[in-house]
């Protein structure tokens, strides 16, 4: 079975310090991993995509994420927290059929 | 364009009254979604049409009824609802399954 686990329902950090989202799956194909950002009442917005290219995906907001097929993860990172990093972020798999498959969600928390 | 629009961003709604939900897209997309998401939830799937055919519907109740009149345009009906389905109300679409959706920015729907 296909699945996506994040593997902190929350993470706080500092403004200023770096921010690690972990996020592992599971699936028998190859799959395409995304990561969204969602701020409160809003829809979500796609930080980065990997699709087989470059094991390490650039985004947006100074955000980066990098595939590791052997350890079948795809966590999220960025340098520098920044308050407006405030917000749930969901890692996503799709393995190419009707369904994507999402993971719980991080909440992070930025302190000033 | 780049954008999903949704409207309305706000509806209260007895539950016999009768409703629809819009979601339009002019990115030339042929595959949309309709997800239902709780709070502190990921979203879940209730439909997806490809090339405006009902491809994927999740087991939603028949209160809920999807409608894809073109390539565009996507209508979610809503009929004798309950409080439980209140909750935000989520339209997205993508190229093709292998690739990213774009979401809305979502319905607040609240069922009295």
């Known amino acids: 079975a296909q699945s996506v686990t994040q593997l902190d329902s929350h993470v706080s950090v500092s403004e200023g310090t770096p921010v690690l989202l972990r996020c592992n799956y599971s699936?028998?194909?190859?799959?395409?991993l995304f990561w969204y950002v969602q701020h409160p009442n809003k829809g979500l917005q796609l930080l980065l995509k990997?699709?087989?290219?470059?094991?390490l995906v650039k985004g947006i907001n100074g955000f980066e994420a990098e595939f590791k097929k052997s350890e079948t993860s795809f966590h999220l990172t960025k340098p520098s927290a920044h308050m407006s990093d405030a917000a749930e972020y969901f890692c996503v798999a799709n393995t190419g059929g009707f369904k994507t498959i999402f993971g719980a969600g991080t909440r992070l928390f930025v302190k000033a | 364009d780049t954008e999903v629009t949704q409207t309305p961003k706000h509806l209260v709604m007895g539950m016999t009254n009768k409703k629809s939900l819009k979601c339009e897209q002019h990115?030339?997309?042929?595959?949309m979604y309709w997800y239902k998401q709780k709070a502190k939830k990921p979203p879940e799937l209730m439909f997806v049409?490809?090339?405006?055919?009902?491809?994927i519907n999740e087991s939603v109740p028949s209160r809920f009824s999807p409608e894809c009149p073109n390539s565009s345009l996507l209508n979610l009906h809503l009929h004798a609802l309950q409080p439980e389905d209140s909750a935000l109300y989520l339209c997205?679409?993508?190229?093709?399954?292998?690739?990213?959706?774009?979401f809305g920015p979502g319905t607040r729907l609240t069922v009295l």
């Open positions: 699936s028998s194909y190859s799959p395409s």
């Open positions: 049409y490809s090339y405006e055919k009902l491809s």
């Open positions: 997205a679409s993508s190229q093709d399954f292998y690739n990213e959706q774009f």
């Open positions: 990997y699709t087989s290219a470059a094991t």
């Open positions: 990115m030339g997309h042929r595959a």
